[in-house]
């Protein structure tokens, strides 16, 4: 292995472990620190195949950012980066869970970080910001784009359809609309779009029927195996991110075969929101409930491992979509698609980060904590890192002086 492939490597791995331990936020927060360190920092990949990368992310089962860490790694040091940045992502989220699990089984107790998160979401709120104004600009290329755009943030605020389906919606009408104009393009790339969308949502819920197919177990005996398989399965089919991933769980792991208590449930669902990194981390501790350290990573390895396959059978394939007239407008399509999706989630983000459930409804400081972050990133490109560590600062200095409990 050359040295520059080992510096690569070594760049990628301290890189996507730092945005793995200051990775609060979601999906969309992670997303906009990558894009931040990537694109505008180092400059790795272009904006356009950034967006191009989050639009077909969007269609394939599996956490968004960590997939996108996945490409990025690949795109940069080949097949040893893709594990690289993956791994190097995903391990600060299952140490810290597994952690609190060693905690939580030996005092049956959760630290409190209420007072640091409080700090923490008003700065993640400005970092997403700043990234979709950047990525807006890319993707709404035209007037057609802005109205498509318009429509899916429609769809998913009004009509309340699944954010897969209507990434789908988007992109296939989108193409349609955008290359009816074309009387160039030949009749045989009307059939390219399959490349995009049968592979997806085709076999969508057959798979996630099949995933309720298994065997129950008493806590005390389950099997390694069949642990690992139970979360290989959510992994393969897992659609919608962690709110998905806790009906899985509460359907199967509690009701089903009751490997887990409704409490057990509810205090690894909180695990999984207050750690950084991806939240299906959520399963290493659920593994070590059950069946200790093995059944921790076994677990993570099951949950975790179809996103290494299917970004890998994926990364090839976007370069040659984008070649296509007609499976390029569907990127085109699903790209500003994924922005409306961004879109929505950031109005979710404001609204439960900076409102109060009574007067004077406004959280003042929540506020100024993300209207000063913003400035800092946007005008003096502050690193995320250095913006999360300040707010949690600010966060426990509230709860000292009893702002925050």
């Known amino acids: 292995m050359?040295?520059?492939?080992?510096?690569?490597?070594g760049e990628l791995a301290q890189l996507f472990f730092k945005l793995g331990v200051i990775g609060f936020g979601g999906p969309v927060a992670h997303i906009a620190m990558i894009e931040d360190e990537v694109v505008k920092r180092r400059q790795w990949l272009t904006r356009e195949h950034f967006l191009d990368l989050i639009g077909a992310t969007n269609l394939i089962p599996g956490p968004n950012s960590t997939e996108m860490a996945i490409h990025v790694g690949y795109i940069y040091a080949g097949w040893l980066g893709l594990i690289v940045a993956g791994v190097s992502f995903i391990l600060p989220a299952v140490l810290i869970t597994g952690g609190f699990a060693g905690i939580y089984v030996t005092?049956?107790?959760?630290?409190?970080?209420?007072?640091?998160?409080?700090?923490?979401k008003p700065v993640v709120l400005?970092?997403?910001?700043?990234?979709?104004?950047?990525?807006?600009?890319?993707?709404?290329?035209?007037?057609?784009?802005?109205?498509?755009?318009?429509?899916?943030?429609?769809?998913?605020?009004?009509?309340?359809?699944?954010?897969?389906?209507?990434?789908l919606i988007g992109g296939i009408l989108g193409m349609i609309w955008l290359q009816s104009g074309n009387k160039k393009t030949p009749p045989a790339e009307q059939?390219?779009?399959l490349i995009a969308s049968l592979t997806t949502g085709a076999t969508l819920k057959a798979t996630v029927a099949s995933a309720a197919?298994?065997?129950?177990?008493?806590?005390?005996?389950?099997?390694?195996?069949?642990?690992?398989?139970?979360?290989?399965?959510?992994?393969?089919?897992l659609f919608g991110g962690g709110f998905v991933l806790i009906a899985f769980l509460q359907g199967e792991l509690v009701g089903e075969y009751g490997w887990l208590t409704q409490q057990q449930l509810l205090d690894a669902i909180a695990i999984g929101q207050f750690t950084p990194g991806p939240v299906l981390s959520t399963a290493t501790f659920i593994g070590y409930i059950i069946a200790g350290v093995p059944g921790a990573i076994v677990s993570t390895l099951g949950i975790f491992l179809p996103s290494f396959v299917f970004t890998a059978a994926l990364n090839p394939l976007v370069p040659r979509l984008r070649a296509s007239k007609w499976t390029g407008a569907f990127l085109d399509a699903v790209n500003v698609s994924a922005v409306a999706l961004m879109v929505v989630v950031t109005i979710q983000l404001v609204v439960a980060t900076l409102t109060l459930a009574k007067a004077p409804f406004v959280d003042f400081l929540a506020v100024a904590i993300a209207i000063s972050s913003a400035v800092l990133a946007i005008r003096f490109r502050i690193n995320a890192a250095w913006l999360v560590l300040g707010g949690a600062v600010i966060g426990s200095g509230a709860a000292v002086l009893g702002y925050v409990r």
């Open 2 to 9: 050359s040295n520059s492939t080992l510096g690569r490597l």
């Open 107 to 120: 005092y049956g107790t959760l630290p409190q970080v209420a007072p640091i998160l409080y700090g923490i």
């Open 213 to 237: 197919v298994a065997t129950a177990s008493t806590p005390a005996n389950v099997p390694l195996w069949q642990l690992g398989w139970f979360f290989l399965k959510i992994g393969s089919v």
């Open 191 to 193: 059939a390219n779009f």
């Open 126 to 167: 400005a970092v997403v910001i700043n990234a979709l104004w950047g990525l807006a600009k890319k993707a709404v290329k035209t007037r057609k784009l802005l109205v498509i755009a318009l429509a899916v943030v429609v769809i998913l605020l009004v009509l309340k359809l699944n954010e897969v389906f209507a990434l």
